[in-house]
């Protein structure tokens, strides 16, 4: 019929549905918001070689292998260098969990990760804390959501002690940075070493500026202590180590055990100065096929071969994606109940478990740096000496510190 005109009412019942179709297919359209999590660390600072741009790059390379999203939404990974500079670090880290990162890993100084535990925990976030080193992590620093990832200063005293200490004769000298993790890592030391009638002779300390060691070296040399400890960073340990070699001490027949000393400070030291050093590691490049295989493709990428902190960010950043594809969603205490009832299982790691205060009881191992001669390429460095069981080598639950495990 000409002239013919809805009524109004159904004019404005067809407008509503409209729109709000419109409004739904604009809904469906929006893109899932991405899953943010960041890496925390040293990039450019003392520490950079310890962790840094290597860590970064192994985070990315989980992310790629995984697919690149996870629930259908787009991982984002952030980074960012602290510098070693506690305040900063801090404030980074607190600038990302505001914004809307669920997790943060790596984080390196212990100062700065005191002060990451606290505010994971304070904003119900997640930490995993790879080249952080304190004990204190899993004891007095504790947290539900934080965890102990890849070492700590235990298991590189216990491995030192295994590899240089043991008898009751034994005597020893510490050549101690004057700050948490030196601290630490002298304290295990000699928990051990008195345990077994050993002796220790004396320490001095350094600040974490320090250079120079003659002095100090000196003092360990007339000790006559049987095994002098360098129980400092690794960044003060490579310096004493080219120092040592100066005064001759192992010449003279007195044993260094560096327990913080890694494969990368090996690299940068040379085997001449390094050969028939004892290391503790979680991880070396070369030895089976997944770990070579893994070696490779992040040499392509980096022109380096991993340390074990690298290489242990393409576990932590894998085991964390698995976990929140498994619960359905980000919520912190799911996925890190569902982190810790997994076993952890990667190229470097095998059937580990995550304990309730934090730690993960990795297996780790006792490395002989080589001689010259013994080195078939630029990176063949290290000699396996035994596997040091993750229930023997880490520290039993503090039930006195941490309220996680009474």
């Known amino acids: 019929m000409r002239g013919f005109r809805f009524p109004p009412v159904r004019l404005a019942v067809t407008a509503i549905v ?73 404030a980074m880290a607190r600038r990302w969990y505001d914004e809307g990162v669920e997790a ?56 030192a002690f295994l590899a240089y200490g043991g008898s009751p004769k034994d005597s020893w000298y510490f050549l101690t940075v004057d700050y948490g993790y030196g601290i630490n890592l002298e304290r295990d030391i000699t928990t051990r070493v008195v345990a077994t009638g050993g002796k220790v002779l004396g320490t001095t300390k350094h600040s974490f500026e320090a250079t120079d060691f003659a002095s100090d070296l000196l003092k360990a040399q007339t000790s006559r202590a049987s095994v002098v400890g360098l129980t400092t960073t690794t960044m003060h340990s490579v310096n004493m180590m080219k120092q040592v070699e100066e005064f001759g001490l192992r010449q003279g027949g007195q044993r260094v055990a560096a327990p913080a000393l890694t494969f ?78 997994t076993p952890v299982n990667d190229f470097m790691t095998k059937n580990a478990a995550i304990r309730a205060d934090g730690r993960l009881l990795r297996d780790m191992y006792l490395f002989r740096v080589k001689k010259p001669a013994e080195s078939k390429g630029e990176w063949d460095l290290l000699e396996l000496v035994k596997t040091l069981p993750g229930k023997d080598i880490f520290k039993a639950p503090d039930t006195e510190a941490c309220s996680l495990v009474r």
């Open 18 to 90: 409209a729109c709000g179709l419109s409004m739904a297919q604009g809904a469906q359209a929006q893109p899932a918001p991405p899953l943010k999590i960041g890496v925390l660390t040293d990039q450019s600072g003392a520490a950079a070689d310890f962790s840094g741009r290597g860590t970064v790059l192994a985070a990315r390379m989980a992310i790629e292998d995984f697919g690149g999203q996870v629930l259908g939404r787009p991982i984002q990974l952030l980074d960012a260098d602290h510098l070693s500079k506690p305040d900063l670090g801090v």
């Open 264 to 341: 990368h400070d090996i690299k940068a030291l040379g085997l001449p100065i390094a050969h028939d050093l004892m290391i503790v590691e979680a991880f070396y490049w070369d030895m089976n096929d997944e770990t070579r295989a893994f070696a490779k493709r992040f040499f392509e990428k980096f022109g380096r071969m991993p340390n074990m902190n690298q290489a242990s960010a393409y576990g932590a950043v894998t085991h964390y994606l698995k976990a929140v594809q498994a619960v359905g969603g980000a919520e912190t205490s799911k996925v890190l109940a569902k982190m810790k009832e």
């Open 104 to 159: 943060i890993f790596d984080v390196g100084l212990t100062s700065i990760a005191i002060g990451v535990q606290q505010l994971a925990r304070d904003k119900d976030k997640l930490v995993v804390f790879l080249s952080t080193g304190s004990t204190d992590m899993t004891g007095k620093y504790c947290s539900p959501n934080g965890i102990h990832w890849t070492y700590d200063t235990y298991s590189q005293a216990n491995g």
